[in-house]
């Protein structure tokens, strides 16, 4: 999509997600619904987001304030009362948070309730409602990921109910589409699998428990997207259209790619209250007091000259590490040291922590996650490992940049759109990319970067330029303006 110049039109936008950061988080998707409506709103554009008031948000006490407006929902013929309440984050940006005991207030996770299609769906109804209910008018309502999928298809349906959304243009966009509902949506017999037409809110439980609500959200939204173009192309193929390319196929001149940003007033080495010594392009140097500091932390051998290795991520099979344990042992010995913080699979945590057992000088695991080791990690190692299998965006890949820790990683997605080869030879590239996921071609990758991490001078210039690089929301944000108001422009064709 080019990118002119943004209209000076301000725009009304809801944002709406299941996870916003840092009150809920299981997640990128709550960074980026936290730092994409806080970018928009500093371009001057109003906006709010919605999100749901779980028990973990009421006991941050934050400063909220009851709006006065409730509403009751009913499905399968039950009734849920609905209470909201608002956090003023900026003058022109409020989060919404729906409050419901059952379903959200009382509940300690974001996900893994056997109601969780039951409780999305009446959240859905539920920000349609508040919507209508203070006549807020937005120009869109942007909705992230499958928790948010039938706001399009109940508005379609729903015309009457919501008379003062009738300008309103949606934008669904997809953030990982192997989640499309809660539980195993593969498991569901596609004999009976949910054809996505009809009005969701009519249905009984059982029915409920089956609605797909992304497949419903590909059908219904003006427009589709996700984080990344090369994912946009990705997800219209049968390799990871998970079984939802055909309709993707169908809407391709509907389906657009942005790539994420991370917040440069989060992510910043200048100014990390996690790392010990802050370092910018101008003094790279003191990168290396993080590195001693960090093999110090995690008890590996301080050696200074020893490339170390950064993996922060998600313990899963989507993120790679099956590549990594099957070369473990080759990688054991090569001359490198790697600290790996996450949460996740409890079998790849233990794998992991026997291998570290096994060479406590060489390898870390720090479990669970914790923002104040990820930062530290980011800071104090040479190289990141991302090799994931599949990656719609991926956020850490973009940190790690910013931090001048050098990704390796898997061609694909949002990696790809992001991390190119270095050539030693024209100086270009910011990373080591391979191409297959396989074991050898993984391996070739991490002993090209390990090789051209011998030639300090060099290295040095390429983590400069990867520090450069700017990620921001700033053209992200931009992107999204002009996709809103492309919703708008083909909700109103299609209507004449
Ligand atoms: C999901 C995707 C990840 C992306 C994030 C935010 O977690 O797996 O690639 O960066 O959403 O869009």
Redesign the pocket.
């Known amino acids: 999509m080019p990118v002119t110049k943004s209209k000076t039109k301000k725009l009304r936008i809801v944002s709406v997600a299941s996870e916003v950061a840092p009150y809920s988080k299981t997640?990128?998707?709550a960074?980026?619904a936290k730092s994409l409506p806080k970018a928009l709103s500093e371009k001057g554009h109003h906006v709010w987001a919605v999100t749901p008031y779980y028990k973990f948000i009421k006991d941050q006490n934050l400063d909220l304030k009851p709006i006065p407006f409730k509403a009751t929902v009913t499905v399968s013929k039950k009734k849920f009362t609905i209470k909201y309440c608002a956090l003023q984050y900026s003058e022109n940006f409020t989060i919404f948070f729906v409050a419901n005991g059952p379903l959200f207030t009382d509940r300690s996770k974001v996900y893994g309730y056997p109601n969780d299609n039951l409780r999305f769906l009446v959240f859905n109804i539920a920000v349609l409602k508040l919507l209508e209910g203070i006549k807020l008018r937005p120009d869109i309502i942007h909705c992230?990921?499958w928790q948010t999928g039938l706001i399009p298809n109940i508005l379609a349906k729903q015309r009457k109910r919501y008379p003062t959304l009738k300008k309103t243009a949606t934008l669904f966009?997809i953030?990982?589409l192997?989640f499309q509902m809660a539980g195993n949506w593969w498991a569901v017999d596609p004999r009976r699998a949910d054809s996505g037409r009809s009005d969701p809110t009519l249905k009984t439980l059982p029915r409920i428990k089956k609605l797909n609500f992304t497949k419903r959200a590909i059908f219904f939204a003006d427009v589709i997207s996700t984080?990344?173009e090369r994912?946009a192309e990705e997800i219209t193929t049968p390799e990871l259209g998970q079984r939802l390319d055909r309709y993707l196929r169908q809407r391709k001149e509907d389906l657009y790619g942005i790539i994420?940003g991370i917040d440069y007033a989060i992510y910043n080495p200048e100014f990390d209250k996690y790392i010990p010594h802050h370092y910018s392009t101008a003094s790279i140097a003191r990168k290396k007091k993080n590195k001693l500091a960090l093999q110090k932390k995690v008890k590996l051998l301080e050696r200074p000259d020893v490339p170390m290795i950064g993996v922060v991520n998600r313990l899963t099979e989507?993120k790679g590490f099956r590549l990594i344990m099957e070369t473990i042992d080759v990688l054991m010995r090569m001359p490198l040291q790697m600290v790996i913080v996450g949460s996740g699979f409890k079998e790849y945590i233990a794998f992991f922590k026997k291998v570290a057992k096994k060479h406590p000088k060489r390898l870390g695991i720090y479990t669970p996650f914790t923002e104040e080791m990820a930062s530290l990690v980011y800071a104090g190692s040479d190289m990141f490992l991302m090799p994931?299998r599949?990656?719609?965006?991926?956020?850490?890949q973009l940190i790690s940049l910013r931090y001048g820790s050098i990704p390796i990683v898997h061609e694909t997605?949002?990696l790809s759109d992001t991390v190119t080869n270095f050539s030693p030879r024209s100086k270009k590239g910011n990373g080591f990319v391979f191409k297959h996921y396989t074991s050898t071609d993984f391996l070739i990758a991490v002993a090209r970067a390990l090789e051209n991490y011998k030639y300090s001078d060099s290295w040095e210039q390429l983590t400069a330029r990867a520090m450069d690089q700017t990620y921001s929301w700033e053209l992200p944000a931009s992107k999204y303006i002009q996709l809103y108001t492309l919703a708008q422009k083909k909700k109103k064709q299609r209507k004449s």
């Open positions: 997640g990128g998707l960074d980026v992230h990921d966009t953030h990982n192997t984080v990344s994912y994420n989507q994931s599949f990656e719609p965006c991926g956020l850490s997605g949002g």
